[in-house]
């Protein structure tokens, strides 16, 4: 989508491992969203960021942390992925008119 | 626990004729009201929003609130093959979008 862009679209990972997701905007909204979609659940919110340095939790943040050390840039780490892990990552951006732009999407697999 | 619910369907319909996708929320203070539409493989698409009672047009689509029955639908007239995707409500507390709660996705598939 327009603006914003997530990386790297695929990755398949070991159990155990650390991995980072990318997520980066060019359109300088303060809001940033970490979401993931699974089968049956839809999209859960899992962190989301409103400024620089400024984090909160969301309902599945456990084992997720992230970082924004730049408006532009959000990123989501999984400290030691495991299977559980396995889903499609969206970032979000809210451009103002309340509701969301989303990237492209991640595909995370946790081998 | 805040949620929204809708019918994973499929719901099928033929070309040309009105699909109706219905959602409804949990949380009494909700204030924004949202259809995305997410084709198989890609990410989520926002074709609506609504924040008042009513309904709103716009195109082929109408979206249709009525928060003291704490329900939201999406009306697509004219329903064409290009219609078929995964339908998503979303509602969030406030007007900025924080902290959206999304449904699981109704399935379309309209029939050529």
């Known amino acids: 989508d327009a603006g914003i862009t997530q990386s790297p679209r695929h990755k398949v990972t070991e159990t155990g491992t650390p991995v980072t997701l990318r997520c980066h905007q060019t359109e300088n909204h303060r809001y940033m969203y970490w979401y993931r979609q699974d089968p049956g659940h839809g999209l859960r919110l899992i962190h989301y960021s409103y400024g620089v340095k400024d984090t909160d939790k969301g309902e599945v943040s456990d084992g997720y942390s992230v970082s924004r050390s730049k408006t532009e840039d959000f990123l989501l780490t999984l400290e030691s992925a495991t299977s559980s892990q396995t889903s499609v990552y969206f970032c979000?951006?809210?451009?103002?008119?309340?509701?969301?732009?989303f990237g492209s999407g991640t595909r995370l697999t946790v081998v | 626990q805040k949620e929204v619910e809708q019918n994973s369907g499929p719901l099928s319909v033929p070309e040309g004729a009105i699909a109706s996708l219905n959602c409804t929320y949990s949380d009494r203070g909700s204030q924004s009201f949202f259809w995305y539409r997410q084709y198989s493989g890609k990410s989520p698409e926002l074709i609506m929003s609504i924040y008042s009672n009513g309904d709103k047009e716009d195109g082929r689509f109408t979206a249709q609130l009525n928060k003291a029955s704490q329900y939201v639908s999406l009306l697509i007239r004219d329903s064409q093959p290009s219609d078929s995707a995964t339908y998503l409500c979303a509602v969030t507390e406030g007007t900025g979008g924080f902290k959206t709660i999304f449904g699981a996705g109704t399935r379309l598939f309209v029939k050529a």
């Open positions: 979000a951006i809210n451009p103002g008119q309340g509701g969301y732009t």
